[in-house]
């Protein structure tokens, strides 16, 4: 259930804003994802057009179900990913859906799946028959999928055995002779070995070419079979074909949301730029399957799309963890140094990583799905981009900047009595957030702990660990400004390009004092430039001052701020409940003698949640396939108090 419902942010609340963001959804198939104020899906949707179906969502006097009226209420930010046509979208969403399980979705968010066909290479004489499961069988057999609809595939499966000759039941009919499927020649006699293994196995290779997209044979013998019916001036036969052939061409629609090569995880990466900002869009795919998409911005300094697109997986790749890594990455362009970046990120992976610009086939579409993303990302920032600039000229005159600050650094402090502290910073480039720069902090003061809470100590650990190496550089270097200059890359042993002109402190006076302490120990307060925005009456202050800054919270710049403060504020309460999650689960769970990580994952996959597994009685503990009768009871004693 969503924990909480923040009205007073939902963009129902802001019509300017509202409109602004359905006029640039583009009109074109796709999927739609609604966020909340935490930046949790809470609905995904598809349609052929986006703009169109998510609208309506919001139109007056719309006959909307209490469910979707009660969601509706809480979003605040609408993301899309656009498709080629709608059976992809469908396929997506139950991609997305699967993966981010949305509260407010009810279709599609348990374990069923879209169905796949399997042919068991396996077996002497192969099967082929229609699946919802992947199952644990031989690493021969295959699957060919998924389909978006299972009667076109059923019809379609009944069509080929029509036309070649195929084993039609899964056991024989009679024990020692053959039946009328062999008499008519439907089957070549399987089940008493009328046929050798390796001549059946051959008619299955045409029916799999079928079934991977090369479906050219089965179009030719019905156009061959329509002719004849036409011929004949059996008309309602050669519709029946006609129909036909309609329905294989919608089955093996190009699904390039999904590979055939499914044992492979890949990131796809592709950018579109102009002369100021680049849009950059990363599709993670993993086993075939879009599971995560990231978006960046960076400034493209009017820079050739392969170098941009080098800094931009020289940052990321830079932050993930190495199991993040996939083997194989493809790209838009042909890198400046595709060489190194390959060694370098098979030495994070500790594997083997291959970087690839496909030129041709499937994976070449796939790239331009992405860059087709991309594209629409950069037209919607194009359009946002003067009134961005507009706040930024307007923040720097109110804090009498001698440079626009283009990029701004937020700080939040998120606990509950101080337990389970954490910090967050966020970045914004040139007015946009750039997720790739966010970072997230837990305290390790041992003085922040339950019942005792500090964060102006929270705040001075935090920018003393985000500062303490510009301090060290600054002692070696000495003029900081020639450091902020410089072009560094990730790549080399001195990356040094995270240098903000402007630092944004959630909170007053005390918190703003606090930080400027700290700086000053690392002699960097005359460097970097620092205000705090007060929640209460959004007021701005400034070191040395002992006044907040005439301002009003409806000018551009002091928005920008509110902003930059709102997206700290949420990163820092979403991290912090992960962590406490972490713990009242750890706590909860790893105390009882016994219980594992394993046992753990299966209980939380039986029960859903740790209240469930406290409120389970003991015969439902102990009808847990594999816990057992002793460490069932030993459970529930320990929830039970014995």
């Known amino acids: 259930m969503i924990n909480s419902i923040l009205p007073n942010k939902s963009i129902l609340n802001d019509p300017n804003n509202l409109e602004v ?104 004489y192969p099967r082929i028959f229609i699946t919802r499961r992947r199952r644990e069988r031989s690493v021969n057999d295959k699957y060919y999928g998924p389909f978006v609809d299972v009667t076109l595939l059923r019809e379609t499966l009944f069509l080929v055995k029509k036309l070649f000759p195929l084993r039609q039941r899964p056991r024989p009919l009679y024990r020692d002779r053959t039946c009328l499927n062999f008499s008519i020649g439907r089957c070549p006699g399987v089940c008493q070995a009328q046929i050798t293994s390796e001549e059946y196995r051959e008619t299955i290779k045409k029916v799999e070419m079928i079934f991977q997209g090369r479906n050219d044979l089965l179009k030719k013998l019905l156009v061959d079979q329509m002719a004849r019916f036409s011929d004949s001036l059996d008309y309602e036969n050669a519709a029946i074909i006609r129909d036909q052939l309609k ?47 990231l978006g960046y911005v960076s400034n493209s300094n009017n820079a ?63 790239v331009q799905l992405v860059e087709k993303n991309a594209n ?41 009595q101080g337990s389970d502290a954490v910090a967050s910073q966020v970045v914004f480039i040139n007015g946009i957030p750039a997720k790739q720069h966010y ?66 402190i959630d909170g007053g006076k005390g918190q703003l004092s606090s930080v400027m302490d700290v700086l000053r120990e690392l002699n960097l307060d005359e460097d970097l430039q620092v205000c705090s925005l007060a929640k209460k009456n959004e007021d701005i202050y400034l070191p040395g001052l002992k006044h907040p800054l005439k301002s009003s919270p409806d000018q551009i710049g002091v928005r920008l701020l509110i902003r930059l403060r709102d997206e700290a504020h949420r990163f820092a309460l979403s991290f912090h409940r992960q962590q406490r999650n972490k713990r009242m689960t750890k706590s909860s769970l790893t105390d009882i003698p016994g219980v594992g990580p394993k046992r753990i994952k299966q209980l939380l996959r039986h029960f859903q949640s740790v209240d469930a597994i406290q409120i389970a009685s003991l015969n439902e503990l102990k009808a847990i396939p594999g816990l057992g009768d002793k460490l069932a009871t030993d459970i529930y004693k320990y929830f039970h108090h014995g």
Not at 24 to 49: F, N
């Open 304 to 366: 050739k799309d392969e170098i941009v697109l080098q800094r931009i997986i020289e940052e990321h790749y830079s932050q993930v963890e190495s199991i993040e890594v996939p083997p194989e990455i493809l790209v838009q362009h042909e890198l400046p140094q595709t060489k190194l970046i390959q060694e370098w990120l098979s030495e994070i992976r500790g594997r083997n990583v291959v970087i690839k610009s496909p030129r041709r086939n499937q994976k070449v579409e796939l």
């Open 439 to 504: 970072r997230k902090y837990k305290i390790k003061s041992d003085d922040i702990k339950l019942g005792h809470s500090d964060d102006f100590k929270s705040l001075s650990e935090i920018i003393r660990r985000r500062f303490n190496r510009w301090s060290r550089l600054k002692k070696e270097y000495g003029d900081i400004s020639n450091l902020v200059n410089s072009k560094a890359s990730a790549l080399e042993q001195v990356n040094i390009n995270d240098w903000p002109d402007l630092i944004m």
């Open 21 to 124: 963001t359905l006029k640039h959804i583009p009109t074109c198939p796709g999927c739609y994802l609604m966020k909340d104020y935490e930046d949790r899906v809470l609905y995904v949707g598809k349609s052929k057009s986006l703009r169109t179906r998510v609208r309506s969502y919001f139109r007056k006097n719309n006959q909307l179900s209490p469910r979707i009226r009660l969601m509706v209420k809480q979003v605040v930010n609408i993301e899309y990913i656009v498709t080629d046509s709608e059976a992809e979208a469908l396929t997506l969403e139950d991609s997305l859906i699967k993966n981010n399980q949305p509260y407010f979705n009810v279709l599609l968010k348990d374990d069923k799946k879209y169905p796949y066909l399997c042919i068991t290479w396996s077996d002497p």
């Open 376 to 416: 629409i990302e950069l037209e919607r920032l194009r359009k946002g981009q003067q009134a961005q600039e507009f706040a930024i000229e307007d923040l720097a005159q109110l804090l009498e900047l001698t440079d626009l600050p283009r990029r701004l650094e937020g700080y939040d402090i998120s606990h509950i």
């Open 247 to 293: 329905g294989i061409e919608q089955l093996h629609q190009d699904q390039k949301l999904s590979l055939p090569d499914s044992t492979i995880n890949r990131d796809i990466i592709a950018l579109k730029s102009d002369l100021k900002i680049a849009s950059i869009q990363i599709f993670q795919m993993r086993s075939g399957k879009l599971v995560g998409r």
